[in-house]
Structures are given as structure tokens and as C-alpha cells.
């Protein structure tokens, strides 16, 4: 049935449709909506057996998610920034007793300063705690990949994090695409757990594990991603041959055939950059866009696929690795190693800076002149007299206040949506 | 695209202004998409929210730069923030106001603007009539639907049906029919070219070759 | 199942979530120690008695991270030496504070059992843990174990010293159901704090060439006060 909805709503309706019979959340914008929305359709009785804990913290949150799992149970819970680093000891465990959880990311900014905006930075943060990483690029997409994320989770017994831009998707209305349930329970069978605790026939989980295993046990959890990368294609086609949404699962392609220029992004941008590549091939630059739908595991072959015929590879990334830069960029460059291609990296949408058409199409005009690292839209005259303080006394006072004075105000709608 | 930015102030609905045209587009059989302008909701602060309506999917997810189309909820926003920021030159605008829009006094920022495309609708007046309730939301849309063209009645009141029922329900019908009514027979067929801009295709991004 | 140091109470309450889902009278047990309760998993352990799901925890007290090395902990009582209250300085051994009662917070919570108990009175405990899962709710049973080796007593002595402990007044043993205390176990001889101190080589530092009276007095005056908050009478057996 098509809808138009929120994001959030769309995704808790499609979280409902896979039967859970465990959820449990604690809020944090922008993931609120989803298990509101949840909580509600637990609570009215239209999703049985489902059990809504409500937790005292996100750590809590995963700890549940990892019991009932454990139990036997299909366990969904959700968070965003914050929340998912309060939760990070639990998120770890899970992935490494091979426990099938399905989680929400609302992607969103990480303090301080504090910030409840869109960026990346949360899940970025989780790329190497061993859960396989979905990115969606609509609703529609978030819808879809939640229903698959089940049965990836159970298929090859890890769990998996479905992102979705906080706000720019959550808090979005537009039309999606919903299953209808009988669709959904065909495709998506009863959960069959490898491991249970079930006083019938007693096994204990969470041995501690020394020098003599753990290097194999990591080594399992390597090969379980391995194969992940099979399997997400698969689910991606069974569930595309039932609702007629045929996605590749991995990457998804935009006008690579011919393209000199790609940019490589995760996420909602990838629809504002399929606008500025049909706006830029009109103006004769051949640029499409390559969107890597699975971070984890990271598609190297498919990657290198899609590039191997461009000149110049731009990787947009809406998370900082402080240090280095881009964090997209590095397993890119990994993809297409060996290859003559230039790959660059593009900070953009940090906090929820909003990422232009304008900006994106004026970045890939100018290509051949980005330096290896650039911050797009970066308002240097903001930096520079932050600098000059710095410079000026020694006690110059906390960045994130003095930047609030220089500015005016903090969050106004309007003064970042401008155009330069 | 046509692109409509709602002002008012955080709860006054503006969110939910935003949603119910997009939906009201949806029921006409476009394709829309509604958002706020994230985090801003505080009660009474400036709030800001969009909506594309399209014949196409949309794809963008920026904000929208050059509204087509202002919504205006409360009129002590024209003082405070720069409500008319990047509006197109044929710009549609609602405003929310008991006044008519010279004893606004916004005539500088209006200057150059087809006097045709600036409306006034007492929207809480009126909501107030119809609901007892200071709800202009679907006042404010009526009048929106009636000058632009782009929804029909039918679809606003449905769009108040996917959110209200009973006596609210029948109350915003009402409320968003009188408006759709006195907007109606002060611009006749609709002014201007908003189903056009529907059709016209993506944005240019490079506005300076846009005017070249 | 073992998930991580702090998060017993939250994985209990998710086994208790899936038996529910899944319509299966499983009852679920978490254990933990010192540590794991009063520290680092208070949060998932209040939360579980505020939402008063169907599990019993265990917390075995040896009022210290024992398992590192003895530092100390939330439980850790007041003087007692540990590697991070080293008996030195001013104020020797752990700062003299009313130390973290978690009994009497489980009993905040209202939730229908708190009991605690020694490994001196194993028939006591037993009693009490059958009592416990006779009752459908969040339960709570803090369990008083000696340590030989962090408390610095001779391995002979770990039940004397629990038992001590109770008829010393500092470690009460007693009964809550919904917040009120039902019941405490009487004392069958009462004996001064110094002899369930002086055993103890984490209290040497108050037995010196000079005792440390005023400390000493102190950790009497909390063992009075339990007494009378409980209401603990010495019976003749």
C-alpha cells in the first residue's frame, strides 16, 4: 500500500511487519518517533507476542536486546549518536556472541559541542565493531532494508544496523511503499536461532575465550561478514522478485556507464546528488554517483567494479576521522588500488550544515583542483577569527561558545540554508 | 517543483502545515515531500518547514533555497526574521493576519511583487469560528489551494481527514472551505503558472547561468 | 549466559521478555557480584526493579573488586584497607562514609522481595531463595561473602566471620516485602564491632601500638543504628 508518511512511522510500521517479539529503546532525537510509534502499536495489541521494555539507558537497551536474543527471541531496538556510544560495550558483545539483533540508527552528530543534527559520525564509529552496516537512501529504501535486515541477521548470525539520516529521513513525510504482511511473513520465516538458552537442552553463552580461540572466534565473525556480502544480494533480489523493488543490496549505480567523475556517498545525499549529476550532464560532465548501500561489510569488489572506468573519484562523507579525514575515502581507496584513479575526500553536512545542489555541482565542476581533503561549504571566516583568538592570549576561552558569538544564534532555520 | 516554506513559531503547527500539503498533494496525485527545519521546534521560537510537490519522485534532500511559495503563520515574524528570504520573483504568499496586507507594513519587502500573488487570511479568525480552537493550519492551506492551483479542496479536507475526525474534522472542512471560498473569488482561476513550476523538471543549481 | 560486567539485570530482563513473548514459564535468575551491583550495574539493576520484571538477582558482596587485585568498591565498608584505600595518610583505608546500602535502595523501589543473608546460615538463605521464587516480580537477595584472601582473614575463619558480621549488628539480616521490613533474624550473642574487625588484616591499621579508638567508635555506632533501624533483638538460644 502506498503511503505518505513519515519516515519514522513508515519504519516502525515495517519494523512491526518483520514481528519482533522483543523491542526495547530508550529515546534520543531523532530515533524518538520510531519507538513511539512502536510503543504504540505494541501497547494497542496489534503486534503479538511483542514485549516493549522501556530502559533506563541506551546500554540497557542493547544488554535486553542481547538477552532476549540469546532466549531465542527477534529483538529490535534503536538509537541514535550519543546513545549509541553510551550503548558500545553492549553493541560489541552482541556482534561477538553472533546474536541477530536488528537496530535503528537515526544518524546524528556526536558532542561536544553538542549537536542533534545530521551527520554520520555515530555509526562510523561502530565500522569495526563487528555488525553488518545497511545505509538507507530514502524511506522507501529504510522501509525495505529494515524487512531484510531480519533475515540477514538470522541468515548469517550477526547483527545488523540499519542507518537512516536523522531528520533529513526520520523526520520526513514522504510516500512509501508498504508491504503488506502476508508478503512480509512469506519472506521473512520464523527466527531459528544457532544458539538459545532453552532449559531443555542447557548450554551457557559468553565463555571467556584466551589466547588459544579467540584469534578464530574473530576470525569466524571475519568470515560470517564474508559471506554477508554474498547474502545481501540474494535477500536483496528474493525481496525485490516480491515487491518489485529490485535494489542491488551492495551499491547502488547512477549513471556510471560513461562517468568520468563519481561521487561516492552513503545515505539521503545520494538523492540530492542524483539531481546535480542529471543538472551537470545537461552542462556536459559526465559524473554519476555511486552509493554504497552496505558499509559493512564493505563491498571491495563491487566498489572497484562500479569505478574501474572513472578518472576521478570523490568520496562525500558526513563523518570526520580527526587525524586523517575521510574514513569512506580509505576503503575506497582500498577498493581501487592498483587502479589510476584519483580519489579525494569530501567532508560535507557535519552537524546538519545543510549539502547544497549548488555547493555539490560547484565541488565536482571544479574536481581537478580539490586538494586530497576538502570541507565543503566550511565558513573559513568563522575558523580564521578562532584562530586569531587563539593566537591573540592564551586564554581564548571555549571554542563552541566563542563560534555561538560570532554567528548570533544557534540553530536558526534560516541562517545556514542560504545560498552562499 | 513547486516549493512551499511554512513560518510560524513552535507550536503553532507548522510542522503539521507542512505534512498535511504534502498529503493533500499525495491524494491529488503528486509526488511531495514535507519536512521541518530540524530541532528548532521550541515552543515559541521561530520555526521553519517545507514542502516539495512535484510530478516526479523527488530525490533532493536540501533545504529548500528558493521557495516557490510562503505560508505565514504569525505575523510577528515579518519584523523579526527575514520571512521573504529567497523567494522566488513570482512568489506565492499567505499570511496569516486579520489585516489586509498594506496595513502590514511590508511594503518595501514586498516591492516589485505582483500584488495578485500576496494574500491575507484572518486563518485564526476564522479556525476560531469553525473549531474554537486557534488551528489555521488547513485555513491557511485552503486559502494556499485556492491561489496556487496546485491542490484541490478536496484534498486539503482530505489530508484533515487522514489526521482529524468527528467535530474537528468537520470543523476544519469548514474553516478550510471558507477560506478556499474567499480566496477563490478574489483571484478567480488561480493566478499564475504553479502548475507549470510542477512540471518544469529539476532545479538549476547554478543560479548566476540561470540568469546569464 | 555471561554478556558484560554491568549489564546482568538488563540481559535478565530480556531472557524474561522472550520467555514472556515466546508464553513460557521460564523463570530467570542474574547474579553478580559487589561490584556488578552497586557500581557499574546499578542503572540496569534499578531499572529492572522500576519496571518490576519477573527476575530474581543475586548479589554476593565481598565489599571489593576482588577478582583484580582488592580495589575497593561501592560496598567497600567504611576504614577497610584495599589496593586503592591503601592504609596510609591521614585517614586511613576507606573514607568513612554511610557506603552504598543497596539493600535499603531495592527496598526504595517498593519491589515485592528484598532479603539478605550470609553464607553463615546457609538454611537462612536457602529459605529465602525458595521464598524469593515463590514470588513473581523483581526480587532482590544480597548475599555477605568473606573473602580470605582481599579481607585479609585466615580461609578457616570465612564463616565466623560472616556469622560476626550479622551478630555485630554491621551486616543486618532481614526481610522486605513492598518496601517494609517483614522480618530479621535475631542475634544469638551480641559481640562488639573489635571482634569482627580485629580478625581482619584490611582493618589492622585501627589496631595499632595506639588503637584507633575514635574509628573504632564509629564503626560501633553504625552497628547500634542498625539494630535499632531493624529493630534487632539478642535472643538467649
Known sequence: ?420 | ?212 | MHSLFGNAAAVATGVFAAMRAKGRDTRVVAQAGDGGTVDIGLGPLSGMFERNDDVLFICYDNEAYMNTGVQRSGATPPAARTATTQAVGEHPGNVFGQGKDLPRIAMAHEIPYVATATVADLRDLEAKVEKAMAIRGARYIHVLVPCPLGWGSASKDTILLARLAQQSGLFPVFEAEFGEVTAVLPIRRRVPVTEYLQPQKRYAHLFGQTPDTETIERIQAQADRNLSRYHIDEVEI
Open chain 1, 1 to 420: 500500500m502506498r503511503k505518505q508518511i513519515e519516515g519514522s512511522a513508515a519504519v516502525a510500521q515495517a519494523v512491526a511487519l518483520a514481528r519482533p517479539e522483543v523491542i526495547c529503546a530508550y529515546p534520543i532525537s531523532p530515533q524518538t518517533h520510531i519507538v513511539e510509534a512502536l510503543s504504540a502499536i505494541v501497547k494497542s495489541g496489534d503486534l503479538q507476542p511483542c514485549e516493549f521494555v522501556n530502559v533506563e539507558s541506551e546500554f540497557a537497551a542493547m544488554s535486553v536486546a542481547i538477552g532476549a536474543s540469546a532466549a531465542g527471541a527477534r529483538a529490535y531496538t534503536a538509537t541514535a549518536s550519543q546513545g549509541l556510544l553510551f550503548m558500545v560495550e553492549a553493541v560489541y558483545n552482541a556482534s561477538g556472541l553472533g546474536l541477530p539483533i536488528v537496530m535503528t540508527v537515526a544518524n546524528r552528530a556526536i558532542g561536544a559541542p553538542i549537536n542533534i543534527w545530521n551527520d554520520h559520525s555515530d555509526s562510523m564509529s561502530q565500522r569495526d565493531s563487528g555488525w553488518i552496516q545497511l545505509y538507507a537512501e530514502d524511506n522507501q529504501e529504510a522501509v525495505d532494508l529494515h524487512i531484510q535486515a531480519f533475515k540477514l541477521a538470522e541468515t548469517v548470525s550477526l547483527p545488523v544496523m540499519v542507518c537512516m539520516d536523522g531528520f533529513i529521513l526520520t523526520h520526513a513525510v514522504e510516500e512509501v511503499e508498504m508491504p503488506d504482511q502476508a508478503t512480509v511473513d512469506a519472506f521473512l520465516p520464523a527466527f531459528e536461532p544457532r544458539q538459545v538458552l532453552d532449559p531443555a537442552e542447557p548450554v551457557s553463552i559468553g565463555a571467556m575465550v584466551g589466547p588459544e580461540a579467540f584469534m578464530e572466534v574473530r576470525y569466524l565473525a571475519h568470515r560470517r561478514q564474508m559471506e554477508a556480502l554474498e547474502v545481501i544480494p540474494a535477500i536483496a533480489a528474493e525481496y525485490g522478485a516480491v515487491t518489485g523493488r529490485v535494489r542491488d543490496g551492495l551499491i547502488s549505480r547512477y549513471r556510471l556507464d560513461d562517468a568520468e567523475i563519481v561521487v561516492v556517498a552513503l545515505g539521503s545525499v545520494i538523492g540530492t546528488l542524483q539531481d546535480t549529476v542529471d543538472a551537470l550532464r545537461e552542462q556536459g560532465v559526465l559524473v554519476g554517483v555511486l552509493g554504497i548501500t552496505s558499509f559493512r561489510p564493505f563491498p571491495l569488489e563491487s566498489v572497484r567494479d562500479a569505478l574501474a572506468g572513472a578518472r576521478s573519484v570523490v568520496v562525500l562523507e558526513k563523518a570526520l576521522a580527526v587525524g586523517i579525514g575521510g574514513i569512506v575515502a580509505n576503503n575506497v581507496r582500498t577498493a581501487v588500488a592498483g587502479l589510476a584513479i584519483d580519489v579525494r575526500t569530501v567532508i560535507a553536512g557535519l552537524g546538519g550544515r545543510p549539502i547544497l545542489g549548488e555547493s555539490l555541482a560547484e565541488m565536482i565542476r571544479g574536481v581537478d583542483d580539490l586538494d586530497e581533503l576538502t570541507f565543503l561549504d566550511l565558513r573559513t571566516e568563522l575558523v580564521e577569527r578562532e584562530l586569531q583568538r587563539n593566537r591573540a592570549t592564551r586564554r581564548s576561552g571555549p571554542t563552541a561558545e566563542n563560534l555561538l558569538r560570532d554567528v548570533g544564534a544557534v540553530g536558526d532555520p534560516l541562517s545556514v540554508r542560504m545560498p552562499r
Open chain 2, 1 to 212: 517543483m513547486f516549493q512551499t516554506r511554512f513560518h510560524g513559531r513552535g507550536g503553532q503547527g507548522v510542522v503539521t502545515a507542512a505534512e498535511l500539503l504534502s498529503v493533500a498533494a499525495f491524494r491529488a496525485g503528486r509526488h511531495a515531500q514535507a519536512f521541518p527545519s530540524f530541532g528548532s521546534e521550541r515552543t515559541g521560537a521561530p520555526v521553519v518547514s517545507y514542502c516539495r510537490i512535484d510530478d516526479r519522485p523527488i530525490r533532493s534532500r536540501e533545504p529548500v533555497v528558493v521557495p516557490d511559495a510562503l505560508i505565514i503563520q504569525d505575523t510577528t515574524l515579518l519584523q523579526q526574521t527575514d520571512v521573504f528570504a529567497g523567494l522566488a520573483d513570482d512568489g506565492y504568499i499567505v499570511i496569516n493576519s486579520t489585516r489586509d496586507v498594506p496595513e502590514l507594513g511590508i511594503g518595501e519587502m514586498l516591492a516589485g511583487r505582483d500584488p495578485a500573488r500576496v494574500i491575507t487570511v484572518p486563518a485564526t479568525r476564522i479556525a476560531m469560528q469553525h473549531l474554537g480552537r486557534p488551528l489555521p493550519n488547513l485555513v491557511l492551506l485552503g486559502a494556499f489551494a485556492a491561489l496556487t492551483g496546485l491542490v484541490g479542496l478536496v484534498d486539503v479536507q482530505a489530508a484533515a481527514g487522514e489526521r482529524f475526525q468527528g467535530a474537528v474534522l468537520e470543523g476544519n472542512c469548514a474553516a478550510a472551505r471558507q477560506a478556499y471560498d474567499v480566496v477563490k473569488a478574489h483571484v478567480g482561476e488561480g493566478v499564475g503558472d504553479a502548475m507549470a513550476a510542477v512540471s518544469a523538471g529539476a532545479p538549476v543549481f547554478d543560479r548566476k547561468d540561470a540568469d546569464a
